[in-house]
């Protein structure tokens, strides 16, 4: 396959040769040999590697929080989706098996809590937390589990405090993983989360609204976490029902303090009715806050691959996958909204249109 013409969102033009699923030349022009499929985006639609949601939940067996990889991948523009803990190691298996029917390329961060989110408060109950499992689970699904997850609010922990956070680090430790700490409602307290997280670790939700969040009692950000920030914790948006504020956002950018991933936290609820629907209207809603295109672009393919440790996506480069999103910004006035309930109009949207995945087009 030879993609022509395709405009980087630099507005460079490039040609891209595939072959076998990989990508084997990137360059100004690049000459078509006969029978070969030729896609031609003639400079007018945007193309990037394709868009990486570091953070859903797309695991169909528990329907607290549950979707299905494709509605939220491919069908969104988004070429790969990775689940953050839904699942755990009682149901890695399962869900790795129904994945591999998708189109999408699906990854996972394996829920310290080895029934996954069952129930709201998975980590109320310690022994749930069994490393044995985790590190057999991880060993047997070493190139789809991407990192360990642990959900830290006050409605998951029960009264846990940050037990469940020192062993999951002990986990991570132990099997040479990333963790995701998703941070919300205390207890814990933020700071005792903050504390104990390295770099390379990822904090979720990490502009939401809530008391607990990165901002003071004089909407102020709070010391620990710019420290956090400058020591290379990796900050990402993880949108969801209730966990982005446009004002947060807007502070923390004023400071130079930026995610590094934009994901959603999509699920069946959200994805429907809002106030998520996919990763575009998340990266939407960015712009309005004073990212740049190609920052934006960036944190949904090469930041976020670089998040889960994979060095074979994210860009368009020699001998990468040849996964790639192909897009519009389309000059249509928009109401966008965050999770409380405040309102944007937005008159620049991203538009997936097609998709590429692992060599094969797919028209949206």
């Not at 504390?195 to 939401?208: E, L, Q, S, T």
């Not at 004023?254 to 209207?281: F, M, Q």
């Not at 966008?336 to 087009?361: A, H, Q, R, T």
Request: proline residues 2%; aromatic residues 8%; hydrophobic residues 35%.
């Amino acid at each position: 396959m030879i993609i022509k013409n395709g405009k980087l969102i630099t507005d460079e033009v490039i040609d891209v040769e595939i072959v076998e699923g990989i990508i084997t030349k990137v360059s100004k022009d690049i000459e078509i040999n006969e029978n070969e499929e030729v896609i031609d985006l003639k400079g007018e639609k945007y193309i990037s590697a394709g868009w990486i949601d570091v953070h859903t939940h797309c695991f169909n067996k528990y329907k607290l929080y549950s979707d299905d990889p494709d509605e939220i991948g491919y069908k969104k523009g988004v070429t790969t989706v990775v689940d953050a803990g839904t699942v755990g190691a009682d149901t890695v298996e399962e869900f790795y098996n129904n994945t591999r029917e998708k189109k999408t390329n699906v990854y996972c961060f394996l829920n310290i809590a080895k029934t996954g989110i069952v129930e709201q408060d998975e980590l109320a109950d310690l022994s749930r937390l069994d490393k044995n499992a985790l590190k057999e689970a991880y060993n047997k699904y070493s190139d789809f589990v991407v990192g360990i997850k642990a959900r830290m609010s006050k409605t998951v922990i029960g009264n846990n405090g940050i037990k469940p956070l020192d062993i999951a680090l002990e986990a991570a430790e132990e099997n040479d993983l990333p963790l995701m700490v998703h941070i919300g409602s205390n207890p814990p307290e933020l700071k005792d989360v903050f504390d104990r997280v390295r770099p390379g670790d990822m904090i979720a939700h990490i502009f939401n609204g809530k008391k607990n969040g990165i901002l003071d009692e004089n909407g102020e950000i709070r010391n620990f976490v710019k420290e956090a920030y400058s020591n290379g914790v990796i900050f990402d948006l993880a949108h969801g029902t209730d966990s982005f504020n446009f004002g947060v956002t807007k502070k923390a950018f004023d400071e130079n303090i930026y995610c590094h991933c934009i994901s959603t936290d999509i699920y069946c609820k959200n994805r429907i009715n809002g106030p998520v629907y996919d990763l575009a209207t998340t990266m939407s809603k960015l712009l309005l806050v004073g990212y740049t295109k190609e920052q934006i672009i960036d944190k949904v393919t090469k930041e976020a691959a670089k998040a889960i440790r994979k060095d074979n996506i994210g860009e368009i480069k020699v001998g990468a996958k040849a996964d790639f999103t192909i897009f519009t910004i389309d000059n249509i006035e928009t109401e966008l909204i965050d999770s409380n309930k405040n309102v944007k109009i937005s008159n620049e949207i991203f538009k997936p249109v097609d998709v590429i995945i692992n060599g094969k087009y797919i028209k949206l």
